[in-house]
């Protein structure tokens, strides 16, 4: 590091030689075009390879999402639903269960390109697909994960103890699809025996 800052000090102290007169004056001019320097330096310095450190050489390690995430989620939902839930007004107290669409879905990054042509036949179309890989030291390539999409609310089932009032059913159907933007129409509810 300390020959890189001698680099630098040595390659401004050359740059402010070789300036015009005006220049040298201008305090503020000299700033920016010591800071332009100083910007394109690093930029050549990430640019070549060399010493990196351990976590920017090797692959982030992506989420795997399988079913016991995909359980530890609809339990952590249900838990903080019913909690909610047994703090409304005549709810007293609440056990909530969620049944999902499908699990959670993983999006990665691709390229997509599309090739258009005409010949004889007509005009003829064509896309292609291929998703964006890295490659890691060992050799082995993993996709480039974008995003984890969490999976959708199909239904909810709430049984509590003031489920059998309809002041109570009303405010726990208006919660629960504002919370989980499910429709009235996939919410029940009952009263705890």
């Known amino acids: 590091m300390a020959h890189i800052m001698k680099d630098l000090r040595e390659t401004l102290q050359g740059l402010s030689e070789k300036l015009p007169e005006k220049l040298r004056g201008d305090k503020k001019l000299l700033l920016i075009a010591g800071l332009c320097v100083l910007g394109i330096l690093f930029l050549a310095l990430s640019a070549l390879p060399g010493k990196s450190t351990k976590a920017s050489s090797e692959l ?8 016991a995430d995909v359980s530890a989620y609809v339990t952590q939902l249900e838990e903080r639903l019913a909690s909610l839930i047994s703090d409304m007004d005549g709810a007293g107290k609440a056990r909530v269960m ?4 499908s699990g959670a879905e993983e999006v990665y990054a691709g390229d997509e390109q599309h090739k258009s042509s005409t010949n004889r036949q007509g ?14 030291k060992d050799g082995s390539e993993q996709g480039l994960l974008l995003t984890v999409i969490q999976p959708h609310v199909r239904g909810v089932a709430v049984v509590c103890e003031g489920g059998g009032s309809a002041l109570v059913q009303t405010a726990i159907i208006q919660t629960v699809t504002a919370v989980l933007d499910v429709s009235a129409a996939r919410v029940s509810i009952s009263k705890m025996q």
Do not use: G, H, K, W
Not at 60 to 67: E, Y
Not at 123 to 136: G, H, K, Q
């Open 60 to 67: 982030p390690s992506t989420p795997q999402v399988n079913a």
């Open 98 to 101: 969620l049944t999902l669409e």
């Open 123 to 136: 005009d003829s179309n064509e896309a292609r697909f291929e998703y964006i890989t890295l490659r890691a």
